[in-house]
């Protein structure tokens, strides 16, 4: 079945999508958080990350074969993913075998190859193979879990990420994870002001659900290190994305000089190649790529098997927050828990903030994808018209 279209166009759905009934207890953490970033340096950008972000919008993707089959992916970055796809990639794959996914990745991987796959060129490439495998699936009128090889388990263990915490503990979760506040450029104070929140979380959290703590590219290795061995008591299941991603000898050091500390990354990493580089060296402990910014689904696969030989356990960035995610954690073997972004408010059900119309959501800590062909999106093509920024 030949590929008869790909197109790309910008939408309005987010993370933390949705329009809530339910009236909010609160106002989501989120709001006005302070969330340690790279560019917690300077003064003016310190306090919000909305301040120096993009804004662009999301991207959507429709690949559609030559029966009329068709399959919907996402990504980010609006219009500079938008042009790589409908300018460059699409022409060049269109008439090429729609359930041929590993070919199409390759061509992909190739096509993109002047300007490299990492960053944008991997956001494009990862909407149009979530769509291409949403076809397959919506073709072979099976769910995309079941073609990556079926439930590796009967629920996904979730854990929940965000500074809400008494209301993820009231929604089941086991596991929780802060978004770091201050970064190196606050010195000691940022590692005071940073134990005082996860002292204050332990606290209400107790011994036995699970901490860990995102630093978001916000640190250095000596303030990473420094910090690391200040929570030591409050024991962290690990940290997170505690340097920028290109710093590939600083995550050595950071291995090295906290032999003891589980370090998680891989947000930011956007090619295989990087991922086989640190499974080989061991530099972290935990993979943390995501699905719709790394390559794919297609990619995701590649990165689980390379880890799996390597014995690091991978965790993809926000899983749970999309059927795509959702999928692929169901069915690979190494990926024990999916993480749950919780950007909506306290109080507001989590079946009223989703994504997708009717997509399944955590309960009591633990989801079962949809079973429905493809990944399950249950939308039409009106449907989608309405999420057109």
């Given amino acids: ?18 329009k809530a009934i339910t009236p909010a207890r609160r106002a989501p953490w989120g709001n006005d958080a302070e969330v340690a970033g790279p560019m917690s340096r300077y003064p003016r950008y310190k306090r919000l990350r909305a301040a120096w972000r993009p804004k662009w919008p999301s991207v959507g993707c429709l690949v559609t074969a030559e029966d009329g089959s068709w399959g919907f992916g996402i990504s980010r970055y609006g219009a500079p993913v938008i042009s790589i796809i409908n300018d460059h990639i699409a022409p060049l794959l269109v008439d090429e075998n729609a359930m041929a996914t590993e070919k ?65 503990l009231e929604l089941g979760f086991k596991a929780v994870k802060l978004a770091c506040p201050h970064g190196t450029a606050e010195g000691l104070e940022a590692i005071d002001r940073n134990e005082e929140l996860v002292a204050k979380t332990r606290a209400l959290i107790g011994p036995k659900v699970e901490l860990m703590l995102d630093c978001w590219m916000a640190f250095d290795v000596e303030s990473a ?50 991922f086989q580089h640190a499974a080989s060296r061991h530099f972290v402990d935990i993979f943390q ?59 507001v059900p989590l079946e ?26 249950n939308v039409t093509k009106d449907w989608l018209e309405t999420i057109r920024a």
């Fill in 1 to 18: 079945m030949k590929i008869r279209s790909i197109h790309a166009f910008a939408i309005k759905s987010d993370l933390a999508g949705g």
């Fill in 104 to 168: 199409l990745w390759d061509m992909m991987l190739r096509i993109v190859s002047p300007y490299g796959m990492q960053g944008l060129g991997a956001y494009a490439m990862s909407a149009i193979d979530l769509a291409l495998w949403d076809l397959k699936g919506k073709v072979l009128k099976t769910p995309v879990y079941e073609l990556v090889g079926g439930p590796a388990r009967d629920a996904q263990t979730c854990y929940a990420t965000g500074n809400d915490t008494d209301w993820q």
């Fill in 225 to 274: 290190v420094r910090l690391a061995e200040r929570l030591r008591p409050y024991r962290l299941k690990w940290i997170e994305d505690c340097l920028m991603p290109e710093e590939i000898d600083g995550w050595a050091q950071l291995r090295a000089r906290l032999p003891w500390q589980t370090i998680a990354t891989g947000e930011h990493w956007y090619s295989v190649p990087l």
């Fill in 289 to 347: 790529p995501d699905i719709a910014w790394v390559g794919g689904l297609t990619a995701l696969i590649k990165i689980c098997h390379l880890a799996e030989a390597a014995g690091i356990a991978v965790m993809p960035h926000a899983a749970m927050n999309t059927p795509y995610g959702q999928h692929a954690c169901f069915a690979m073997p190494n990926i024990p828990w999916g993480e749950f972004f919780l950007g909506s408010a306290p109080g």
């Fill in 352 to 377: 009223e903030v989703t994504l997708f119309p009717g997509q399944p959501v955590p309960r009591d800590g633990r989801l079962v994808p949809s079973d429905a062909p493809g990944f399950g999106l």
